[in-house]
Antibody, heavy 123, light 107 residues
């Protein structure tokens, strides 16, 4: 079936970087964008950005510009989120989600989500 | 950035109730509005896309309406499994923004 499976939880010290992976299966990976969304404990959903595996195009939320990098490996159907300069404010569950439209409009929403990866930033 | 505002932030309802909640965009987004349901400890689940289209596998008691800046999600006949937080999200432009959520609690 169509699914996204993410890497396991991680604990990082302030100032470090984290890399979260998201492996797709059950569909043609290059035909859809991968979005990244995070959620701090007890808070709402925060969109971080997107990447198109086929073109390599990316778009990042202004808040994360300069410390986020999204990549993909189309040969193995995986997407990656790199976030650097971690602070306690980055403690959250990070989700990948399938989407369309890139930086333009998307009629169909984010229809497949990974299970989430908990990242804890603590000294 | 387009701001999405949901109200109420929470509501209490009984099984069988008809429940409606609202999402408002800070500028027109045509029909590029999606609704998600999230249960504690789980990933969000797409319910409605394009403002009014039911995602495959979602029960027909869920419906969405609206266009432009004002949108609603309705649950006709609330079920025990519907107690969750519901988020709207605009997909008209980047950045994709979410509302702050409406939590549906048991009355």
């Amino acid at each position: 079936q169509v699914q996204l499976v993410q890497s396991g939880a991680d604990v990082k010290k302030p100032g470090a970087s984290v890399k979260v992976s998201c492996k797709a299966s059950g569909y043609t990976f290059s035909n859809y964008d991968i979005n990244w969304v995070r959620q701090a404990t007890g808070q709402g959903l925060e969109w971080m950005g997107w990447m198109n595996p086929d073109s390599g195009d990316t778009g990042y939320a202004q808040k994360f510009q300069g410390r986020v990098t999204m990549t993909t490996n189309t040969s193995i159907g995986s997407a990656y989120l790199d976030l650097s300069g971690l602070t306690s404010e980055d403690t959250a569950v990070y989700y990948c989600a399938r989407g369309r439209g890139g930086g333009s409009y998307d009629y169909f929403g984010m229809d497949v989500w990974g299970q989430g990866t908990t990242v804890i930033v603590s000294s | 950035d387009i701001q999405m505002t949901q109200f109420p932030s929470s509501l209490s309802a009984s099984v069988g109730d008809r429940v409606t909640f609202t999402c408002r965009a800070s500028q027109t987004i045509s029909m590029f509005l999606n609704w998600y349901q999230q249960k504690p400890g789980k990933a969000p689940k797409l319910l409605i896309y394009g403002a009014s289209n039911l995602q495959s596998g979602v029960p027909s008691r869920f419906s969405g309406s609206g266009s432009g800046t004002d949108f609603t999600l309705t649950i006709n006949g609330l079920q025990p499994e519907d107690y969750a937080t519901y988020y709207c999200q605009q997909s008209s432009s980047s950045p994709r923004t979410f509302g702050q959520g409406t939590k549906v609690e048991i009355k």
